[in-house]
């Protein structure tokens, strides 16, 4: 009888916590934390009345501000033409040029390649001031010339400077996304255009453009909310020319004496508020992309267009992208960091160039505080996104665990965050929660992880769909669960991805501006600021020469990790 019961109590099992339950919570709890709380913080101090939450009372007369306001619809005008201007001259940059690379026979296609991804390197306030040398009012090397010769100059502190260079800065981006979509289309329709004598152009414009349509409305879409949540062409061009749009203005409000945070968060809520319904409409646009699927089992060799007499016209075209929009800005850039004053190039000028802006830089301590903080957080921020979202992508992508599906939306809600709305946000989650790391470099380093988290989770999401599913599943045959198979199969099968998306994410994280323009100090000042406040200073010629610092290390670092990583850095 006593060996009947203790064979019974031997049979129990007492109820155990699946740690796959137990990191699933953890994580939810941590991502409501990092993009959750901070919009809510957003909205409640959108809505209160004296500025500091739970301190007064609740009103509307932020948001009665920002819509009745004189300004308000030139606000909202100025932003839709600044964000869909740009994004149309970006696509049609971007498309025209990888149409030529990805399906045309022009030559030397890797070098154009190449160098259509140059500007992808260098950071958004480094492209844009190099712009306004080049076409300042009175001693632009564009301007200076046109001005002399015919009486007029072009404007960049105005609206269509804006579109140009912003245009100009996004063009790769439109690149990379149009040369993936031609990559993947069967060309046998452009193939038969071409047997009925349709010229390259007609092809383009008749076949290729209708077939990618899904494509290019989603690109066109999130090149416009790159361009409304972008900061750097508003603040460097906008702000002296007086045109103002959302970033430029909530930005302002948070400068001006006393700062104005409930009308700061109400701006950021409007801009929050137009960049989800663009993803939105975004991402109800692709969901019926299946009826222009061109790709089906049958084998094909995709077969480039000849150009005939339009290969030099592509030629052409590609070359003065490369000069204007690649070399242009470096060149003037490297040519101002030797003087001491800007001019426009003249053998005078050429008599005074001296090596001490460069020596300014190097000795100068919150410069030299800027780029160790940037390192500090480029390393951190790419090693915790990479470690946090390959868990979350396993959880949704291999688990079976209830509840995934959130953990998935909740990783992607940043990617609908401007960067100067969750530097709005995190203000006012950390002058109210009692946590004091607001002004250090953890407050960027939480503002970092939460932009770029979503960047890290599609792209080892799309990792882990392309390893199949034998591997784990015989380990679990073998007895092993969830986390032994995870770190000893998956993470080493996944390696090449997680390398890439480190070096995107380290790469972004040193450009990054508009997160932390809001968030900084002293002591947590970082490059991209760095730059901003020396120009708000009118050291032009040190920024330059900080610029070409700037440019030559993330060069010679992409070059370094591509010898080493080969096709994984490419792949990046």
Excluded: C
């Amino acid at each position: 009888m006593a060996a009947v019961s203790v064979s019974r109590s031997a049979g129990r099992t007492r109820p155990t916590l699946r740690l796959d339950i137990l990191v699933l919570g953890l994580a939810v709890a941590l991502l409501a934390y990092l993009a959750l709380v901070p919009l809510g913080m957003l909205f409640l101090g959108s809505v209160s009345e004296s500025g500091t939450l739970f301190e007064g009372g609740f009103t509307l007369r932020h948001f009665q501000r920002v819509v009745t306001d004189p300004s308000a619809l030139e606000l909202l005008s100025a932003s839709f033409l600044y964000s869909a201007g740009a994004a149309l001259l970006a696509f049609a940059i971007g498309t025209a040029m990888a149409w030529v690379v990805e399906r045309s026979d022009v030559p030397v296609r890797n070098l154009w390649y190449g160098l259509a991804l140059v500007p992808l390197i260098i950071p958004g306030i480094v492209h844009t001031i190099g712009w306004v040398f080049l076409l300042s009012p009175e001693i632009g090397w564009i301007n200076a010339p046109l001005k002399a010769l015919f009486g007029f100059s072009l404007p960049v502190y105005s609206l269509p400077g804006m579109v140009w260079v912003q245009g100009l800065h996004d063009a790769p981006f439109a690149f990379v996304l149009m040369g993936a979509a031609l990559r993947t289309m069967d060309p046998s329709l452009e193939e038969a255009a071409a047997a009925a004598r349709a010229n390259p152009l007609q092809t383009l414009r008749r076949i290729s453009l209708p077939l990618l349509l899904p494509a290019s409305a989603g690109v066109l879409l999130i090149l416009f909310v790159r361009t409304l949540e972008s900061f750097e062409v508003p603040a460097i061009i906008g702000l002296p020319g007086r045109v103002f749009v959302y970033t430029s203005r909530i930005y302002l409000s948070l400068n001006q004496y006393p700062p104005n945070f409930g009308l700061a968060a109400a701006f950021a809520t409007t801009l929050l508020g137009i960049s989800v319904i663009a993803l939105a409409t975004h991402r109800r646009l692709t969901r019926r992309s299946e009826a222009y699927a061109t790709v089906t089992g049958k084998a094909y060799r995709p077969r480039r267009v000849e150009l005939g007499r339009w290969r030099w016209v592509a030629i052409a075209v590609l070359v003065l992208y490369a000069f204007g929009g690649v070399f242009l800005p470096i060149i003037v850039l490297f040519y101002s960091s030797f003087l001491r004053v800007y001019v426009v190039p003249s053998p005078e000028s050429l008599g005074t160039l001296t090596l001490s802006n460069y020596a300014f830089i190097l000795t100068d301590d919150t410069t030299l505080r800027a780029l160790g903080n940037s390192a500090l957080l480029g390393v951190t921020t790419a090693t915790v996104v990479v470690l946090f979202t390959s868990v979350i992508a396993w959880l949704t992508v291999r688990s079976k665990t209830p509840g995934r599906g959130i953990l998935d939306f909740m990783a992607f809600v940043p990617i609908a965050i401007p960067g100067i709305v969750l530097g709005i946000s995190l203000i006012w989650v950390y002058f109210t929660v009692p946590i004091r790391i607001y002004g250090t470099l953890w407050i960027l380093l939480v503002a970092y992880v939460t932009r770029f988290m979503p960047y890290g989770m599609r792209s080892l999401s799309a990792g882990l769909i392309q390893i199949h599913r034998e591997l784990e599943e015989a380990a679990q045959a073998a007895g092993a669960r969830w986390w032994p198979t995870f770190r000893r199969i998956t993470l080493p099968l996944l390696r090449p991805v997680l390398l890439a998306t480190w070096i995107y994410v380290f790469i972004i994280s040193l450009r990054e501006l508009s997160s932390g323009i809001l968030l900084y100090s002293s002591q947590s000042v970082v490059l991209a600021i760095r730059i901003f406040d020396l120009r708000e200073a009118g050291q032009y010629t040190a920024i330059a020469a900080l610029s070409m610092i700037l440019i030559v290390s993330l060069v010679l670092l992409v070059a370094v990790l591509q010898r080493f990583g080969g096709r994984t850095v490419r792949a990046s």
